[in-house]
């Protein structure tokens, strides 16, 4: 007794050559995903939210009452430059904030408008290096490079001189819109006296 057994006389549907670019593209493929996914998993757990940081950040307050030295940034969420150095200025505060208080202050609340016409504030991010008490030793306005903040930041702790007082970056445009009210209360409008009617 014979038994058939089922044999293969139909051609094979691809070639080798066919086969193996095919599982070539899929290796390819699935390196290119696990590099993409990879590098995206990378971004999100490296990124700093500027809301986050000023959430956390020392108030404005205490820093100029609690004997540190500080550093003060006026910044706005929108801001491509401060969101550029966010990263930056998070790690400097991991390493400085036990000496230094990282203060930071929205432009786009008007609580601070008083400090925005002190500072002069017309490009952001915009630092103020301030001595314990508040008195303000330097600026800088726009990106820094994390070598110049660092310097600054170490000599601030230390209680030397800046060596980059005054440095200007590329900044995100910002200026206030201040208006001033006319009072007929007051003498000095000139032409309150006169009836305009």
Known sequence: MATDLPTSSAAPSETPIATRLSNFLIVLVAIALTVAI???????????????????AVPLEVALANGKPTLMEFYADWCTSCQAMAPTLQSLKETYGDRI??????????????????YRVDGIPHFVYMKQGGNAIGQAIGEQPRPILEANLVALSEGNILPYAQTTGQTSAFST??????????????GSQVDKS
């Not at 990378?42 to 940081?53: D, E, G």
């Not at 990282?102 to 432009?107: A, D, G, H, R």
């Open 38 to 56: 990879s590098l995206g998993l990378r971004t999100q757990t490296t990124s700093v939210s500027l809301s986050s940081m000023a959430k956390v």
């Open 177 to 190: 819109t201040v208006e001033t009210k006319e009072s007929a209360a007051d003498p000095r409008s000139h």
């Open 101 to 118: 208080n990282f203060v930071m202050l929205n432009v786009d609340n008007e609580k601070w408008l008083p400090e925005i016409l002190s």
